[in-house]
């Protein structure tokens, strides 16, 4: 198996190349490897789609060095590649997707090459673009794209400031939404919609609790519109992802899951893609199953 390391290069990370190449260099048993920083955004699936498509037959594991917006990348690469796996370091800011493995160790380099491999699924965003993690859109989205500009700038807490933020201006949103052809929520604002494949997002929020990442479906809880004091009192409830469960909560919810959602906006939106912004008005979103193998560290 040949290593391809993929190493987030944002200034203030650049010093984690050495430490990765130094905890190579210390396996017991030495490893084929290489190191590939990045250089720009996007360039880590520009480099993972040309690896594949020069070395189709080469058994390869791209370990995204980093947090989800790194994942993301190396996987947008992958997808339809054959012999190629997927591994995580976690070197990054965010890193909601590990969640998902529970006490495993993602900042080990020896029980990531004594992992095991495991098919799972991904979501497919339009054309071309791809969720690993989870999807999310209306109140979630405000919150993201707030605090994405926020840590950009260097700002504490990020997320908490955007859902102040989304408090103000991310509540009532007239967004349709089917899953698998049926619409949720006909003619009525809705709050937020997570689709999930993993479980976490935004550093703390248990927002698919009973997502599964290798089932073939689409995780969809969708949040009916609500008055202030109902948002801030289900708030803590639905961080702990207890909202489906929760009675004086579960109300407000529509449960579904599916292999396909449809989503639409008179006005423009932004869906958030394991933390990136993808801006537009409509999108069909489509599971597809076992197309990952990722590497579950030993």
């Not at 917006?69 to 012999?83: H, P």
């Amino acid at each position: 198996m040949h290593y391809c390391f993929i190493i987030n290069n944002e200034p203030g990370k650049s010093g984690n190349a050495e430490v990765i190449r130094n905890g190579i260099e210390s396996l017991q048993n030495p490893i084929d490897y290489e190191l590939y920083l990045t250089t720009a955004e996007k360039s880590a699936t520009e480099f993972v789609r040309e690896y594949c498509a020069e070395n189709p037959a080469k058994e390869t594991c791209f370990v995204a060095c980093g947090g989800d917006g790194t994942i993301n990348e190396v996987a947008t690469g992958m997808v339809g590649a054959k012999n190629k796996h997927l591994a995580v370091l976690a070197y990054g800011s965010g890193n909601d997707f590990i969640k998902y493995y529970e006490g495993k160790d993602f900042r080990s380099i020896e029980q990531l090459v004594n992992g095991t491999p495991h098919n799972i699924d991904i979501m497919k965003v339009g054309n071309d673009r791809y969720s690993i993690n989870v999807c999310n859109f209306g109140f979630d989205s405000v919150v993201a794209s707030t605090a994405n500009k926020l840590s950009r700038k260097g700002n504490k807490n990020p997320y908490r400031w955007g859902i102040v933020k989304a408090i103000f201006c991310g509540r009532f949103n007239r967004i349709q939404v089917k899953a698998d052809g049926e619409e949720l929520n006909p003619g009525k604002r809705m709050l937020l919609c997570t689709l999930g494949n993993n479980n976490h997002v935004g550093g703390e929020f248990f927002c698919s609790p009973r997502a599964k990442n290798d089932d073939g479906l689409i995780e969809v809880c969708y949040s009916k519109t609500t008055t202030l004091v109902g948002f801030l009192g289900m708030l803590k409830v639905y961080t702990l992802g207890n909202h489906l469960d929760d009675p004086k909560v579960s109300k407000h919810f529509i449960y579904r899951q599916s292999k396909t959602v449809d989503v639409h906006s008179d006005k423009q939106i932004e869906l958030c893609l394991d933390g990136e912004m993808l801006p537009g008005n409509d999108f069909h979103i489509e599971i597809l199953p076992g197309a990952i193998s990722f590497i579950i560290p030993a």
